[in-house]
């Protein structure tokens, strides 16, 4: 009698640890094939900044993004970069950096600094209208235009001049700044 009741226990307990691994098992297997789904759709995921100045359609295929998308962003990047106040100033160059790539972001935000300083100490302004065509090329986006600068609400000189974007695009489809320059600038007016 107790060999019967010892077998027949063993056997159910025998029984119960196969169901409880075999339970285990499929969890398990089912773990890693989730685990690698996410891994694979983590991989794909692209970040798509939206320009502030959206008034187009644009389109983004992997890390390529269309013309309008670019110039879009061209304006933008320079809205921030050349339109502000002493009010504004700290402001426009903190969202600026934020498109600025990592490896480049300390010797621009020195730059910026320094400008926005001398804004707020000398109550200085300035606009940029861009009035010509915007052209975008593989590595750098141009943008031809009118800067107005004023000091205390005085007008003290507009310039004509070709500002050049360097950017990227980088692994994840994000929209980096490398630098800036003044291609080309006439004197048009200056206050005496």
Not at 28 to 51: D, E, G, Y
Not at 102 to 107: A, K, V
Not at 158 to 169: D, E, F, G, N, P
Request: no cysteine; net charge positive; aromatic share 12%.
């Amino acid at each position: 009698m107790l060999v019967r009741n010892f077998k027949q226990n063993w056997i159910a307990l025998v029984k119960e640890n196969l169901l409880y691994f075999t339970i285990i098992l499929v969890l398990s297997v089912v773990s890693i094939v989730l685990t690698i789904s996410l891994v694979n759709v983590s991989s794909n995921q692209r970040v798509i900044l939206v320009p502030a100045l959206m008034d187009k359609q644009f389109s983004y295929e992997g890390n390529k993004p269309s013309r309008t998308y670019l110039e879009m962003m061209g304006l933008s990047v320079v809205s921030y970069l050349m339109n502000y106040n002493p009010h504004n100033v700290k402001y426009k160059f903190a969202r600026f950096l934020s498109l600025v790539a990592p490896e480049y972001h300390d010797i621009v935000k020195e730059k910026l600094s320094k400008i926005a300083r001398q804004s707020i100490k000398y109550g200085v302004s300035q606009a940029f209208a861009v009035t010509g065509d915007i052209k975008v090329f593989k590595d750098r986006i141009e943008l031809g235009g009118i800067l107005y600068r004023y000091s205390m609400g005085k007008l003290i000189e507009s310039t004509r001049a070709t500002y050049v974007l360097k950017y990227r695009i980088n692994k994840l489809g994000k929209f980096e700044v490398l630098g800036y320059e003044i291609k080309d600038k006439n004197k048009l007016a200056s206050s005496k």
